[in-house]
Nanobody, 124 residues
């Protein structure tokens, strides 16, 4: 089993920045990649970014590509999401997740473990 704990969410004004963290514990040796998803009220969960654990390849949704940056610290089993130039439409609960094997990292249903989520609210 793998446990994930997100932190770093909060309230920020439009144009501001936040840095989310997700710490993994347990059977972390089985990780292939970690991803971030978000879900706004009455909307489906959507892909934000993902990073492969070994090579560090990053993938982004078009809506965040030039504003967000994903990184990882292998020693700490932690992934980060640096969010800059935040917009009100970025408001959502942000979840981190682990994919144990090679797969389409943009598809939420293909992830194996999920964190509890952290709220990000961007005011206009």
């Amino acid at each position: 089993q793998v446990q994930l704990v997100e932190s770093g969410g909060g309230l920020v004004q439009a144009g501001g920045s936040l840095r989310l963290s997700c710490a993994a514990s347990g059977r972390t040796f089985s990780m292939y990649a970690m991803g971030w998803f978000r879900q706004a009220p009455k909307k489906e969960r959507e892909f934000v970014a993902a990073i492969t654990w070994s090579a560090g390849w990053g993938f982004y949704a078009d809506s965040v590509k030039d504003r967000f940056s994903i990184s990882r610290d292998n020693a700490k089993n932690t992934v980060y999401l640096q969010m800059d130039s935040l917009k009100p439409e970025d408001t959502a609960v942000y979840y981190c997740a682990i994919a144990a094997d090679v797969r389409n990292l943009r598809v939420a249903q293909l992830y194996d473990y999920w964190g509890q989520g952290t709220q990000v609210t961007v005011s206009s």
